[in-house]
């Protein structure tokens, strides 16, 4: 893949949902003018256009483009460089339609993994934008760990292609919330950012305190399934005050890692107990193996 056609995939909006936009800045753009203000117009750019170009201009000398994940430079902002972009697993189609994992063949019509009929999770559908490892790992990491705030477009976009289906169907988005130490330590809950995306790009309505972490928890990696569940259990709650936003509403839930899946169910259950209608899983990243997650 050339790097034109990564960076041009990497930008390009969701199928659906992207709101119109208000003005059309070049009249020659606008299938709605006559064609001989089109024509007029299309000679010399207009004013916006030049000072937007201006912009562009001195940023890119000032500060060139990078790629996100490991910083060589690249044509173009919000992007990743070809090395990085074939090394992100994006899940795709077949797809278990609960857990959202990967299936070997497709039998055509939903499908589901032998995994989500043994134990249905209580979300209704679970969607992942790539395997929690290689560059996606190193950009979820910068977003968390180093205060790397400009993945926040490009992730933006990812989670609105893969869970343009259960955007479709959302009446609210919410994030996985911090506990209030972990909150003050890091500045920022990273999901909150993510689910501020998902929002931007699709219209949606982002609730980011409908869900309040009511004590901190372990990690839940290297517990047993029963420890993982013990450890999340009573961990969340809907405030009083955001009932109103939660009851009668689908429920997109946003998280930046689904690890093990219970961090997920917790706040699903805690969701639908205060009167959410269905609850829907959506994250950049899901880890497919969890016991071999050192980090
Ligand atoms: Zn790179």
């Given amino acids: 893949?050339?790097?034109?056609?990564?960076?041009?995939?990497?930008?390009?909006?969701?199928?659906?949902?992207?709101?119109?936009?208000?003005?059309?800045?070049?009249?020659?753009?606008?299938?709605?003018?006559?064609?001989?203000?089109?024509?007029?117009?299309?000679?010399?750019?207009?004013?916006?256009h030049l000072i937007a170009s201006l912009r562009n201009w001195l940023t890119d000398l000032?500060?060139?483009?990078?790629?996100?994940?490991?910083?060589?430079?690249?044509?173009?902002?919000?992007?990743?460089?070809?090395?990085?972009?074939?090394?992100?697993?994006?899940?795709?189609?077949?797809?278990c339609d609960r857990l959202g994992i990967r299936l070997p063949y497709s039998t055509g019509g939903a499908m589901i993994s032998a995994a989500a009929a043994a134990r249905p999770p209580p979300y209704a559908r679970a969607r992942a934008v790539a395997h929690y490892e290689g560059a996606m790992r190193k950009l979820v990491h910068g977003l968390k760990f180093r205060d790397r705030h400009e993945v926040r477009s490009l992730f933006g976009t990812w989670l609105c292609r893969a869970g343009s289906e259960l955007i479709e169907d959302a009446d609210v988005i919410v994030p996985v919330p911090l506990s209030r130490s972990r909150l003050l330590q890091r500045r920022f809950n990273q999901s909150a950012i993510l689910a501020q995306e998902?929002?931007?790009?699709?219209?949606?309505?982002?609730?980011?305190?409908?869900?309040?972490?009511?004590r901190r928890t372990q990690r839940q990696v290297g517990l047993s399934r029963e420890q993982r569940r013990d450890?999340?259990?009573?961990?969340?709650?809907?405030?009083?005050?955001q009932l109103a936003n939660i009851q009668g509403r689908r429920v997109l839930l946003i998280d930046d890692v689904i690890t093990t899946g219970a961090t997920a169910e917790?706040?699903?259950?805690?969701?639908?107990?205060?009167?959410?209608?269905?609850?829907?899983v959506l994250a950049v990243a899901i880890v497919a193996d969890p016991l071999r997650i050192t980090t």
């Fill in 62 to 95: 000032l500060m060139p483009p990078v790629c996100l994940a490991c910083q060589e430079a690249i044509a173009s902002r919000d992007a990743l460089c070809p090395g990085c972009w074939s090394g992100v697993d994006f899940i795709g189609p077949p797809l």
């Fill in 1 to 48: 893949m050339s790097t034109t056609e990564t960076n041009l995939d990497a930008k390009a909006p969701p199928p659906e949902r992207v709101p119109e936009p208000a003005v059309v800045l070049d009249p020659a753009l606008d299938p709605g003018r006559r064609s001989s203000t089109a024509r007029n117009t299309s000679r010399v750019p207009p004013v916006p």
């Fill in 231 to 241: 450890n999340v259990r009573g961990a969340f709650e809907v405030p009083r005050r």
């Fill in 198 to 214: 998902v929002a931007r790009i699709s219209g949606l309505p982002v609730h980011t305190t409908a869900l309040h972490r009511t």
């Fill in 266 to 280: 917790a706040c699903t259950t805690t969701l639908l107990k205060a009167g959410a209608t269905d609850v829907d």
